[in-house]
């Protein structure tokens, strides 16, 4: 049984302040300071006074710390789903780090609910591919009885040290949450994956056409999940559905929540530098039971 996505199961939301600062956590910027130097110099980086951040992330007013998000976000996934109490895994997909180093953030969720059966695991370093790669892990993960599970996709826009890119994503506290499983139901199937390492941007149509062709998809009636920029340069015939790239990893989910009636196939698209990132999620009917009713774990 396909691994299944129903986009009407995606909590998404944007976040202020969860974290009010205090000002005793001034007293640690040495501590923090040396933390970059020695965070850089492990990098092969000189880190320069220019470079510090420090101030800003221990002062500022909408701190949102990765397990703030989801205690704000679990209460209303449960609410939406009914009972979560069969969730086999818990996957943490996120690409800056946290506020609270160390966190764990799948263990928070597990604790909160409830599940002392779960697995817990937290994927980054992938860039804002990582949700993609989350996706291919759960298809994968989820086998030998092991039916459902949560995937969390968040990033908080405050860094210890300066960034060009960050500063020119613009990002916003915001993070996604949702159910995926392989129980019968209507939603959005698990159907293709791939990692293209080195992608002109001048050939991405026909990368793209390419991609649909493997994966069975007809471009007129296939929706592309990308950033702006991303859906110019694809020159796809289908239906293209713009993601905001201040969300981050949580981008394409924000979009599919958005549209949660989708008929056709959905790709999502990654491109940074020169990597292509895209997944195929292909819509599945919904199952009808022994006794003739259609089987549902969504409510409406």
């Known amino acids: 049984m396909t691994l299944r996505l129903d986009p009407r199961s995606i909590v998404f939301d944007e976040f202020g302040g969860l974290e009010p600062a205090e000002p005793q956590w001034l007293a640690e910027k040495a501590y923090w300071e040396d933390y970059n130097h020695r965070f850089f110099r492990s990098n092969g980086l000189d880190y320069r006074p220019e470079d510090s951040n420090v101030d800003r992330w221990l002062t500022a007013c909408d701190r949102a710390p990765y397990a703030f998000m989801a205690r704000a976000l679990l209460p209303r996934l449960s609410a939406r789903m009914g009972d979560l109490s069969d969730i086999d895994m818990v996957l943490f ?117 390419g991609l649909l062709a493997d994966w069975g998809c007809a471009a007129a009636q296939t929706t592309l999940i990308a950033d702006p920029a991303l859906l110019a340069l694809a020159d796809h015939r289908g239906r293209g559905l713009a993601q905001d790239p201040r969300h981050l990893c949580a981008a394409p989910f924000a979009a599919l929540a958005r549209c949660p009636d989708l008929t056709g196939p959905v790709v999502l698209l990654c491109q940074e530098g020169a990597e292509l990132t895209a997944l195929c999620l292909k819509p599945q009917p919904a199952a009808v039971t022994d006794t003739g009713q259609i089987a549902e774990r969504v409510p409406a």
């Not at 968040?154 to 990002?171: C, E, W």
């Not at 506290?173 to 941007?201: C, E, F, K, W």
């Open 93 to 209: 997909a996120h690409w800056l780090p946290d506020l609270h180093l160390g966190t764990s953030v799948t263990n928070f969720a597990l604790h909160h609910l409830g599940l002392t059966e779960g697995f817990g695991f937290a994927l980054s370093d992938r860039g804002r591919s990582a949700p993609l790669f989350a996706l291919n892990c759960l298809d994968r993960f989820l086998t030998g009885g092991r039916r459902r599970a949560i995937l969390m996709v968040m990033d908080q826009k405050h860094l210890l040290y300066r960034s060009a890119l960050v500063d020119r994503l613009d990002p916003v506290n915001s993070a996604a949450v949702m159910v995926l499983d392989r129980t019968p139901g209507a939603g959005l199937a698990v159907s293709g994956y791939h990692r293209i390492p080195q992608q002109p941007a001048a050939s991405l149509p026909a990368t793209l056409r």
